[in-house]
T-cell receptor, first 115, second 113 residues
Framework: SQQGEEDPQALSIQEGENATMNCSYK?????LQWYRQNSGRGLVHLIL?????REKHSGRLRVTLDTSKKSSSLLITASRAADTASYFC???????????????FGKGTKLTVNP | ETGVTQTPRHLVMGMTNKKSLKCEQH?????MYWYKQSAKKPLELMFV???????ENNSVPSRFSPECPNSSHLFLHLHTLQPEDSALYLC????????????FGPGTRLLVL
């Protein structure tokens, strides 16, 4: 079953506005990560927030984590056309017997920033 | 993206062909991954290698065969694929196979006719 799920599925805003994307997950986590993907390209890691952290910043990015609600949000401030991409949250899943820890990705939020 | 490279970037193959996807990482990592990304579906983990040993096979059909000759290289051998296997195949690496940051290649766009 899917661990992380982003909301909304798609978001269209004007340059300069803020963009907020949300991620909900089902089971306890050690950390949650946000990745970005430009169309047809590989994913790029943006930020990792651990379960004992509530907020983290990186440049124009702000990530919050609420473990009681099993949710996280990614805020991009003062958006630019170059921020147009899909954004994914990824949560860790404990290893199955003999297996590895792994990341489970959501379906993503497709962000369009209009110039 | 230059830390993890994938070739070819695009591949068209018939259902009876045999082809291989290649991934190379220049980051000194010990874990490598294959993912499949289909339209409107979450990223699907296929295989995990940690220190050249396969530690995860996520119920992938046998027409996909991974190979990891060393910690820097990962292959995905393809044979008798189906049209529904058309997707973007992404390779990733991390320091070790845990839930920390993964670094992705640009992907191979595969079309099976």
């Amino acid at each position: 079953s899917q661990q992380g799920e982003e909301d909304p599925q798609a978001l269209s805003i004007q340059e300069g506005e803020n963009a907020t994307m949300n991620c909900s997950y089902k089971t306890s986590i050690n950390n949650l990560q946000w990745y970005r993907q430009n169309s047809g390209r590989g994913l790029v890691h943006l930020i990792l927030i651990r379960s004992n952290e509530r907020e983290k910043h990186s440049g124009r990015l702000r990530v919050t984590l609420d473990t009681s609600k099993k949710s996280s949000s990614l805020l991009i401030t003062a958006s630019r056309a170059a921020d147009t991409a899909s954004y994914f949250c990824a949560t860790d899943v404990p290893p199955a017997k003999g297996g590895s820890e792994k990341l489970v990705f959501g379906k993503g939020t497709k962000l369009t920033v209009n110039p | 993206e230059t830390g993890v490279t994938q070739t070819p970037r695009h591949l068209v193959m018939g259902m009876t062909n045999k082809k291989s996807l290649k991934c190379e990482q220049h980051l000194g990592h010990n874990a490598m991954y294959w993912y499949k990304q289909s339209a409107k579906k979450p990223l699907e983990l296929m295989f995990v290698y940690n220190f050249k040993e396969q530690t995860e096979n996520n119920s992938v059909p046998s027409r996909f065969s991974p190979e990891c000759p060393n910690s820097s290289h990962l292959f995905l051998h393809l044979h008798t694929l189906q049209p529904e296997d058309s997707a973007l195949y992404l390779c990733a690496s991390s320091i070790i196979s845990n839930s920390e940051t993964q670094y992705f290649g640009p992907g191979t766009r595969l079309l099976v006719l």
